[in-house]
């Protein structure tokens, strides 16, 4: 016997991650990547004023457990009452929260095969059992999860909206009327982390009281403060009062507090982002036109692109990236994975992975 | 049937939090506190070149979810390799991964009766059954702790040593004398949050492959980094290993990992708090001297005052302080509860504390 024992079910549990940083890459290559465009993060940064607001926190004193003053901005933002929102360590963080109250022993949770991993390590770290439908077209598939959550007596399931990492996405209209059809019993988990990059109309004009889900956001992606850790949750009220039962209540870092009030409130600054995001956007579609291949339509801050041929080809086109110094990710179920996923960059590193890609090519084309 | 469905374990905790935040307490009184002395908090802040570099830390980019560069740090600073180093969510982070690690349904786990209430939260939150010693003359005791453990079977046992509320601790000796009684089985979980206040030999000087603990550090308390959530973890590999099984791998703040590893290397800076925390704890003792009270001896950034009477009257004394703005915390179990604990503070802070403990004093007594 070992001088600690570990639970059943956490010796069970493999020791993979769901993602390898790039930090980790960078260390075993031995050099930096030379455009950092595989995490989704926004790399045109946070508002002047967050950065000034983290900077003038004093972080000796730990972060109010209740952020009243950022969920206050945020339910005058939305609409809302601040007894619809948690405040968290991320949308990751939150998901955590969220299985750990929901999920135990051989409970069915329902996603897309292909969608966010660290919603099924959360999944599978607290015992439930994942049932996965395809993606249609390339598109989540909310009918098919509803159906399947049916079948399954599912107690979540898990939608992005804007969807990573195809960038898909459905108008909000078609959430809706999914959800007609969402099980009793069953919770909709709508990942809406990018949904400050999308059309008008994608996120579901529902009410924040809807028994029916709860919605994850995020200060990550449009924000630019991936590094801070902070997402919320918007949900009905007796919902978000049962995180109170688990979440760590001084798990807030002060600084990113006062920084995501900050960046709430420059809107100007949000649009300037949003701006950016959408030349990118259009950059990395026209590489992939120069280069023969197919950039999908995508309403994230991230171009998922159709390298042409099955996920093998596309990850040799990754690794030929990679090794010339451009980080990127690629879908990891088939046939999502033919493509590779580029995130939006400055026009500087947009060049780097310009330069880089016909190489990558040519070499994957030989292999 | 409510729309979504808690595990049953969930749904069966109680709603209530460790603790209360000053943040809290200053929106209900409609004012802020004059002196925040209540937390346990370094008032006297972070080193210069850790404010530094949380300034200049680019938030767009997650946090390296490895901390490599500061578990290199920690690992050349304590002489061990970064294989016996996890980085975490603060101390509270770490010991609700460990506890998720170890704990489930009825698993027994034991802890002294008055002790650090957030580790009660994680133990009850999976579902483990607490057993509690009583403190032996203000002092964990450790030889009652680990035949509790023998008796029960548990699979944890909790010690802090520094203590807190007390302030009270053993030389590193006595704990590894008594640890020759630990169960096989039972890994003691070694909270040194409060170490480097404490005098030279407070830490047993055991080596960090030892199977029978794992040692939680912070840079909350003399780093004055509260607010920036990093602790670690010390222990043998294959047990920091698990930690990759459940935590939250992208859930460090990056400016927060910058921020501990420069206040590491800053070793002048952390003898000038460890300076200002002994005055502090000599003026409190004085204080409560003045007052015809009963300062205890500490090795903490803080001192337990002993009011003379019971555990009501010591919230009398406590309420008096704070209803005249100065924020103070009490034990939570008697007769320990004969005492207020007062965070060591300014020599402006501890003026305000002088000022307004006579009359609490005189209120409690009036009652």
């Known amino acids: 016997m070992t001088q600690y024992r570990l639970t059943p079910l956490a010796d069970a549990l493999p020791s993979t991650v769901p993602f390898v940083g790039p930090e980790t890459q960078e260390r075993a290559m031995g050099r930096a990547f030379s455009a950092r465009l595989g995490a989704n993060e926004n790399v045109f940064g946070p508002s002047p004023s967050a950065i000034d607001a983290m900077a003038k926190t004093e972080q000796w004193m730990y972060g109010d457990p209740e952020s009243h003053d950022l969920r206050a901005a945020l339910a005058a933002h939305h609409g809302i009452t601040p007894e619809n929102i948690i405040v968290g360590e991320g949308i990751d963080g939150l998901l955590s929260y969220l299985v750990r109250l929901m999920v135990a022993d051989g409970d069915a949770v329902v996603t897309s095969d292909g969608a966010y991993p660290t919603f099924n390590y959360h999944v599978a770290g607290f015992g439930g059992e994942l049932h996965k439908v395809p993606y249609a077209d390339d598109h989540e598939d909310p009918a098919a ?13 898990y939608l992005a909206n804007p969807d990573n990492p195809m960038g898909s996405w459905h108008d909000g209209h078609v959430i809706t009327r999914a959800l007609e059809a969402l099980p009793q019993g069953c919770l909709l988990v709508l990942d809406e982390a990018y949904v400050d ?37 918007i949900a009905a009220p007796d919902l978000i009062t049962a995180f109170g039962k688990v979440r760590n209540h001084f798990g807030m870092n002060r600084a990113a507090q006062a920084g995501a009030l900050a960046a709430l409130q420059d809107s100007n600054w949000l649009a300037h982002i949003q701006a950016q995001i959408a030349i990118a956007r259009d950059r990395i579609a026209q590489i992939a036109s120069d280069n023969g291949l197919t950039a999908l339509p995508s309403a994230a801050n991230f171009v998922a692109i159709d390298c042409g041929a099955d996920g093998s080809f596309a990850k040799a086109v990754l690794d030929g990236l990679v090794a010339r110094g451009v980080f990127v990710r690629m879908p990891f179920a088939a046939p999502q994975n033919r493509c590779i996923r580029v995130s939006c960059g400055t026009s500087e590193n947009l060049d780097v992975f310009a330069a880089a890609l016909p190489a990558a090519l040519a070499d994957a084309r030989k292999a």
Chains 1, 2 share one sequence.
């Open 145 to 157: 999860l509803f159906a399947k959550a049916a079948e399954v007596g599912a107690k979540l399931v």
């Open 197 to 233: 990059c999308a059309p008008d109309g994608t996120a579901p004009d529902l009410p924040a009281d809807d028994p029916r889900l709860i919605r994850m956001r995020t200060f990550s992606k449009a924000h630019g403060l991936a590094g801070a850790r902070v997402g919320y949750a």
